[in-house]
């Protein structure tokens, strides 16, 4: 049974996708309450995540600053300072800063981010190589060049003593406490990280959902996207045109990777 912030946040989404985004920011500030009332400050964080998003769409950048801001701060008590799940909200802090020209700002945050990275991934890793093509970005905008030998000028800090986190993490999709790389509770349990099943997956261009899909629903090019993830190519498609038209069998979660199974024959 959800949880009530589970809900609210469901209905923040649901209004989202209709439009009415008054309805969708009331309803996450409902969730963000009901949220604390579980003591958990990774679910207020990720309530908060999603709040930023949505000011963030709507253009709102001061106020989505703000959110994110509150967010990290939340994960960072819980998780640490180098936990890798920062990065992706310095991410958006940058840029929130970057669209209200806080150019120095958004180059610190992002600093942040990729120190982060590297620590937890390594320079060629895709969420590290993502950050170093914004951080080049973000410096044509300065009239600066961004070299990877600065990076070493920045003072990455020692390795620190690894500490468990006060919290799991929580899924974004199924929103169910997990440990390690990916959630394995929900319908991302095939897109594992390659040192796991590095002999049955393989990088593929595939399908994945970008909200829920119910089931009867005609799925449609704003119902899907391409991604590069960690799957079984038998188990998906590579063509958003092997897709388009065809009805789901069953609910399709956000960010899960469609497979034939999943639809109705033609």
Known sequence: MPENWELFKICAENAALKGDYARAENFMWEAMEEAAKTQSLLKVALCMDYLGDLYLKLGKFADAEQIYNECLEKQITVLGIEHPELATVLNKLSNCQAFQNKLPQAEDSLKQALLIQLLAYGSNHPHTRFTMKTMEGLYVRQGKTFDMAEIGRWGLPPPAEV????????????????????????????????????????????????????????????????????????????????????????????????????????
């Open 163 to 266: 500490k468990q986190p006060l919290e799991q993490l929580i899924c974004k999709t199924c929103h169910k406490p997990y440990t390690g790389a990916q959630c394995s509770n929900c319908t991302q349990m095939r897109l594992v990280a390659m040192p796991v099943m590095a002999q049955e997956l393989e990088r593929a261009n595939v399908v994945c959902a970008t909200r829920d899909i119910r089931a009867g629903s005609i799925i449609v090019l704003n119902l899907v996207h391409m991604d590069i993830r960690m799957v079984a190519r038998s188990e998906c498609f590579g063509s958003v045109k092997q897709v388009l038209g065809r009805s789901a069998k069953r609910l399709l979660r956000e960010g899960q990777a469609l497979k034939l199974s999943d639809l109705e024959d033609v």
